[in-house]
Nanobody, 125 residues
Framework: QVQLQESGPGLVKPSQTLSLTCTVSGGSITTSYYAWSWIRQPPGKGLEWMGV???????YYSPSLKSRTSISRDTSKNQFSLQLSSVTPDDTAVYYCAAAPFGSNPRDAALYDYWGQGTQVTVSS
């Protein structure tokens, strides 16, 4: 059973960089079956896929966030991380890490097998 757990600051100031880490247990982020995504849900809105890192370390980002988003990994800790730069209050959301079969449509929430519990991040001065 794969488990994911998000961690990071709950409050970030405008113009700063939001940094979150997802710790994976019960499975390796380097196995070829899954791809590992970051997804967020702003208050009162739907889920928004942000980007994904595959088993080989390759990354793909949502075009709308690509200029501000970076996803990396630490294979020794079985973790992958999100950095979102130049945040504004519009980036306030619950942020999730999740796993879906490699090659599936990352924008289809129904295809994800595993989700973290989510972490609230508020952007405010």
């Amino acid at each position: 059973q794969v488990q994911l757990q998000e961690s990071g600051p709950g409050l970030v100031k405008p113009s700063q960089t939001l940094s979150l880490t997802c710790t994976v247990s019960g499975g390796s982020i380097t196995t070829s079956y899954y791809a590992w995504s970051w997804i967020r849900q702003p208050p009162g809105k739907g889920l928004e896929w942000m980007g994904v890192i595959a088993y080989d370390g390759s990354t793909y980002y949502s075009p709308s966030l690509k200029s501000r988003t970076s996803i990396s990994r630490d294979t020794s800790k079985n973790q992958f991380s999100l950095q979102l730069s130049s945040v504004t209050p519009d980036d306030t959301a619950v942020y999730y890490c999740a796993a879906a079969p490699f090659g599936s449509n990352p924008r289809d929430a129904a295809l994800y097998d595993y989700w973290g519990q989510g972490t609230q991040v508020t952007v405010s001065s």
